[in-house]
């Protein structure tokens, strides 16, 4: 399976098949992470679709200093961030987090995490609600980590921030999570399961 850089060059040299695999590879992830953004289905599969042909725009400007993914998360964040501000801007924050299908790939910590917190107390609409709450920056890096499975090293890379920094966010966004939805309580529970979301019904670049 050729890596990511390898077919980055081979996308530079105008390869499109070699950009059609690397979205392929990328895509649920990106699609996942802009859910968990903006809330709304139909809006993470536009984004996505706009963050991929940015990409592709954009390839010829990439010279490896940083991995691909971390490249491309970069870009993907800013991309969905922009979104939520004109969103706000615009008044229309009546969106949902609808998607029950990704999964907590980890805790390194004994805090909870989102879905763990949904787990005990059956309280998925609050969990949502709350996260959509949550500062940009802790809600990023809350989405980035326990969603998205990023390292606070990668995170660091990402938002272009220390990796004191996003350890600081992510210890925030999940005490301000415990104190709404848990009154404070800090006691660990087993990592939840299930099946990462895909996108469905249509391919998200065409060359």
Same mark, same amino acid.
Request: charged share 30%; proline share 4%; glycine share 6%.
């Given at each position: #399976?050729?890596? %990511?850089?390898?077919?980055?060059?081979?996308?530079?040299?105008?390869?499109?098949?070699?950009?059609? *695999?690397? /979205?392929?590879?990328?895509?649920?992830? !990106?699609?996942? #992470?802009?859910?968990?953004?903006? =809330?709304? +289905?139909? %809006?993470?599969?536009?984004?996505?679709?706009?963050?991929?042909?940015? $990409?592709?725009?954009?390839?010829?400007?990439?010279? &490896?200093?940083?991995?691909?993914?971390?490249?491309?998360?970069?870009?993907?964040?800013?991309?969905?961030?922009? *979104?939520?501000?004109?969103?706000?801007?615009? =008044?229309?924050?009546? /969106?949902?987090?609808?998607?029950? &299908?990704? +999964?907590?790939?980890?805790?390194?910590?004994?805090?909870?995490?989102?879905?763990?917190?949904?787990?005990?107390?059956? $309280?998925?609409?609050?969990?949502?609600?709350? !996260?959509?709450?949550?500062?940009?920056?802790?809600?990023?890096? @809350?989405?980035?980590?326990?969603?998205? =499975?990023?390292?606070?090293?990668? !995170?660091?890379?990402?938002?272009? @921030?220390?990796?004191? $920094?996003?350890?600081?966010? !992510?210890?925030?966004?999940?005490?301000?999570?415990?104190?709404?939805? @848990?009154? &404070?309580? %800090?006691?660990?529970?087993?990592?939840?399961?299930?099946?990462?979301?895909?996108?469905?019904?249509?391919? *998200?670049?065409?060359?």
């Amino acid at each position: #399976m050729p890596t %990511d850089e390898i077919l980055v060059k081979k996308i530079q040299q105008g390869d499109l098949q070699a950009f059609e *695999i690397l /979205v392929n590879r990328y895509q649920n992830r !990106i699609y996942n #992470m802009a859910l968990r953004m903006l =809330g709304v +289905p139909e %809006d993470a599969k536009d984004a996505t679709q706009e963050i991929f042909v940015r $990409t592709y725009r954009s390839l010829d400007k990439f010279r &490896g200093d940083a991995k691909f993914s971390t490249w491309l998360y970069r870009l993907a964040t800013n991309r969905c961030l922009d *979104i939520v501000r004109i969103k706000n801007r615009e =008044g229309k924050r009546n /969106v949902s987090l609808e998607n029950d &299908g990704i +999964p907590v790939e980890r805790l390194a910590d004994s805090a909870l995490g989102p879905e763990e917190m949904f787990a005990r107390h059956d $309280t998925r609409d609050r969990v949502r609600s709350a !996260i959509k709450e949550l500062p940009e920056n802790y809600r990023m890096a @809350l989405i980035l980590y326990h969603y998205q =499975g990023l390292s606070y090293r990668e !995170i660091a890379n990402v938002l272009e @921030l220390s990796t004191n $920094t996003v350890a600081t966010h !992510i210890a925030r966004a999940k005490e301000k999570l415990r104190k709404k939805l @848990l009154g &404070g309580e %800090d006691s660990a529970l087993p990592t939840s399961k299930g099946k990462p979301g895909k996108v469905s019904g249509r391919r *998200i670049f065409a060359p």
